[in-house]
């Protein structure tokens, strides 16, 4: 018999059962095919019961060739019999594949479309199993087990000191499998376990982390190295255990390789008491080198973080034990800080700390609830225990002086962490109501003090815009303090002893100021009262705005903005009036535009009651320039032509200011035209009497100076004085007491009228003796040396100057229209009621009087008995009142 090793494992034998139908045997299988495959066949030689070799291939079965190669008829006995046709079987059952069938072929006849079958349906299908001819002994698993670890503990070895692996990686893994599914990937595990502790417990036997007089911080870099080799270590093993790291332990309760190498690090070597108090305090001594600004170790610091995360340590062992210790640095940081440091360099260094704090915590990795509770832990130290520091009301102030916008915001954002800053409006009103107050009471620097509260203004709303990131509480705290400083008064000399508002009153000056000069008397007043460097005036200048109008109108919403504070608005509108008097009668408007535009401010703001009389004024302009063309249209129609060029404005009397009447001479020429006038007026305007006013007049002379011809614009008085001149020699000299005589002017006004043309910085008269003030025995003549580089020469009116005398007579009308104003409402509110209590009238008055003003409750009860003493109205018991009808 042949040995062949294929064919050995080739051999198989069928156990059938009742389960299938009958199969076809393999003699069966290929007589059939011969029945649909034709071939031609020849002789073989079957001496020694061998078969020859054909001489051709067999064709493969079911094929159909084009030409059929001719083949040697086998005879089919002799075509089954193989070498193992004689061996002998144990049992019954077996069926030898080499075994022909009892029926032989050469009896078979060619098989029908259906062949019939031995299946038998009452007996059900047989079940073949085939078997090995030749059982192979099998290995024992013990032995292959302690082969297999002999192997491996030697690679593990070789893992462990760092060493070349002895053998293949491949062929590890093969082994460990190969154990795993003999089933003993337990005890393999066990295996593992113990030896990698072994050799995690002999590094901290082998003094590698140091000893005990060594530093903490070396001893932590020598952890986080064994750490960094440890996950080597372990990645590699995890790669040649893989399959019973999937395959095993994936399916049981038991850690992964990587959890167990994670869990023996951490028992054995972090959890070492001395090791743990190193690496601790070497992590901490690290953080506090690094905030006194000499550490260098924040990589390694970074690394070991990373492996307390990767121990499952960090939360419950480092974080702790890393917010205690930045306690302990912060809150004594903070004690030293307030008590060695200002408010604004006690804030600044704060933020500091805090954004020091956050990027170190960036930088090496700590875990957001690490951040979180040091964000806390700051807050409270640096903030909430901090705030009787950080709210004190003079460190504030000091900023608020200093006008430190950055700093302030700093503070403001820094109490918002803790929802403080709010507190800021206590001490930021009362900063407020003492600057302003100080600058309304100043009555040494009351010409710059719109200026002064605009500048205050603006300061305030860059602070509050910038500083408190436009914080409504503080915003109504500002309003408000604003709100109470302006409208304080006071009975001093400013007002003339009345409670009247003398913001107000300046206000409107201020107003008069712009009309009058446009933004050139912008820029004289920022100058007058800046205290700025001269470079940032430079820096200003270069910013300034080049629309003259736009600049004006900037001004005045920013003049309406401080306007709307007061309220004793009828002090403002006697002022305002006043002025807006001069500017229109003498021409002074800068611009028409600018006052028809700051009247429709007036209107908006304070309605159209407040503004009737001044329209009227505006009114009134337009119509005495009408009469003006009538009349001179009439002048030409009889062909006259009038020595003076007369212009006259009509005024209602109900509408403008009362003026005084001054008794002046009016030249003989000026007194016919004016007579003209009034006659061609009286024609027109049956009923109506005119007024004249010529303390407003101003007029235009032509001059015949020795040096020159010049042409003067003058007042009216300083006019009728200089044609007086004319009368005279040049060089005669004319008495004080005969220009007194010959004008008619009282010495007052006589006097301020020569001092404007005699001792002013253009004097076209001279005084004898030479001298400042002006007195009964002075000499005047004409100045012969009289010049001017310009043609037409404006000198000085001073009688456009507001007087004394005039603002305290202006005082005094507003504070007398207020008391009747106040009576007026006492009477309504009586007539009403009948009878009222004290209390509740005088809260109905205030009420009924709030739109001019807040009274005061004195002036109130003396306007009440004002009322009693006029009977309209007693006092009765109980503290009531009765009306009288």
Request: net charge positive.
């Amino acid at each position: 018999m042949h040995n062949d090793p294929e064919k050995k494992r080739k051999r198989s034998t069928i156990i059938g059962t009742t389960n299938t139908p009958k199969q076809q045997t393999i003699s069966e299988l290929f007589s059939t095919n011969q029945q649909k495959v034709p071939q031609v066949t020849k002789p073989i030689d079957s001496t020694d019961g061998k078969t020859a070799s054909p001489k051709h291939k067999r064709q493969k079965l079911g094929s159909i060739a084009s030409s059929p190669p001719r083949r040697e008829t086998l005879p089919a006995k002799s075509m089954y019999e193989f070498p193992s046709r004689n061996r002998a079987t144990s049992n019954s059952n077996v069926v030898d594949l080499t075994e022909s069938p009892t029926g032989t072929p050469s009896s078979r006849r060619a098989p029908k479309p259906f062949s019939q079958t031995n299946y038998n349906p009452r007996l059900g299908a047989k079940k073949l199993v085939v078997k090995n001819l030749r059982t192979i002994p099998r290995a024992d698993p013990n032995q292959y087990l302690n082969q297999t670890w002999e192997k491996l503990s030697k690679a593990l070895d070789a893992i462990f000191r760092d060493q070349k692996i002895p053998y293949s990686l491949e062929e590890l893994y093969r082994g460990v499998e190969n154990v795993c599914r003999q089933g003993h990937a337990a005890e393999l595990c066990g295996r593992l376990e113990k030896l990698a502790k072994t050799y995690a417990e002999d590094l901290v036997k082998s003094g590698q982390f140091g000893d005990d007089l060594q530093g903490n911080t070396l001893v932590l870099g020598a952890v986080v190295t064994a750490w960094a080799v440890w996950n080597k270590q372990m990645d590699t093993i995890r790669g040649i255990f893989f399959y019973m790291d999937r395959a095993y332990l994936l399916q049981t309760k038991r850690p992964s390789i990587q959890e167990m190498g994670v869990a023996l690090f951490r028992s054995i070597i972090f959890e070492d008491k001395k090791l743990q108090h190193k690496i601790l305090e070497g992590i901490c001594e690290i953080v506090t080198a690094d905030r006194s600004g000499t550490g260098t170790d924040i990589p390694l610091c970074k690394e070991a973080i990373a492996m307390f995360h990767d121990l499952t340590v960090y939360a419950n062992v480092v974080e702790p034990r890393l917010l205690h210790m930045s306690q302990t640095f912060v809150k004594g940081w903070a004690d030293h800080a307030v008590n060695n440091m200002g408010l604004a360099e006690y804030v600044n260094a704060s933020v500091e700390l805090m954004d020091t704090e956050f990027k170190r915590c960036e930088v090496v990795g700590l875990d957001l609830s690490t951040r979180r509770a040091l964000l806390t832990l700051l807050e409270h130290q640096l903030i909430q225990r901090q705030q009787d520091t950080l709210l004190n009301p003079d460190g504030l102030h000091d900023l608020l002086d200093e006008n430190a916008v950055q700093d302030l915001e700093r503070l403001y954002s820094l109490l918002a962490r803790r929802d403080l800053h709010e507190k800021l409006r206590k001490a930021f009103e009362t900063w407020i109501e003492l600057t302003g107050t100080a600058i309304i009471f100043d009555e040494k620097e009351q010409d710059s003090m719109v200026v002064k509260l605009l500048t205050l203004k603006r300061q305030l709303d860059n602070i509050w815009r910038v500083s408190f990131h436009r914080n409504v509480e503080l915003g109504h705290g500002l309003r408000g303090s604003f709100d109470i400083f302006i409208n304080k008064t006071k009975k001093n000399s400013a007002t003339w002893g009345t409670d009247n508002s003398k913001p107000g009153e300046m206000i409107a000056k201020y107003v008069d100021m712009l009309l009058r000069g446009g933004s050139k008397a912008i820029r004289a007043a920022l100058t007058k009262s800046t205290t700025k460097a001269p470079d940032a005036m430079q820096e200003d200048e270069d910013n300034e705005v080049t629309d003259e109008d736009e600049e004006v109108n900037e001004q005045l919403d920013q003049v309406l903005d401080l306007f709307r504070f007061v309220h004793g608005k009828a002090v403002f509108e006697a002022f305002y009036k006043k002025d807006l008097a001069r500017r229109l009668l003498m021409g002074r408007s800068a611009s028409a535009d600018a006052e028809r535009s700051m009247l429709s401010r007036l209107k908006t703001e304070c309605g159209a009651n407040f503004t009737q009389n001044l329209e009227q004024m505006f009114k009134d302009v337009e119509l005495g320039r009408e009469e003006m063309n009538s009349y001179k249209s009439h002048m030409t129609e009889q062909e006259r032509t009038p020595i003076v060029d007369l212009s006259v404005n009509i005024l209602s009397a109900s509408a403008w200011p009362t003026y005084p009447d001054i008794p002046v001479n009016i030249p003989v020429e000026v007194k016919k035209e004016i007579e003209r006038f009034e006659n061609h007026y009286q024609m027109k305007h049956s009923g109506r009497k005119l007024d004249w006013k010529h303390a407003l007049a101003h007029c235009q002379l032509k001059a015949n100076f020795p040096k020159g011809k010049k042409e003067v614009v003058v007042s009216s008085f300083q006019a009728i004085v200089l044609l007086l001149f004319n009368r005279v020699k040049e060089d005669e000299k004319v008495l004080y007491d005969t220009l007194k005589a010959e004008t008619g002017l009282p010495e007052a006004e006589l006097n301020r009228t020569l001092q404007s043309l005699a001792c002013a910085k253009l004097r076209p008269l001279r005084k004898i003796p030479p001298s400042r003030d002006i007195s009964p025995t002075d000499v005047f003549t004409l100045n012969p040396s009289f010049t001017h580089s310009k043609y037409r020469i404006k000198i000085n009116q001073v009688q456009l100057k507001e007087t004394a005398a005039e603002n305290k007579e202006t005082h005094e009308r507003v504070q007398a229209d207020r008391n009747f104003e106040t009576q007026a409402a006492i009477v309504r509110i009586m007539k009403g009621k009948g009878r009222i209590g004290h209390q509740l009238l005088v809260a109905e008055v205030i009420e009924a009087t709030r739109k001019r003003g807040v009274l005061s409750v004195p002036d109130i009860k003396r306007n009440i008995d004002r009322l009693i003493e006029k009977e309209y109205m007693e006092r009765e018991e109980g503290n009531m009142y009765a009306y009288v009808a």
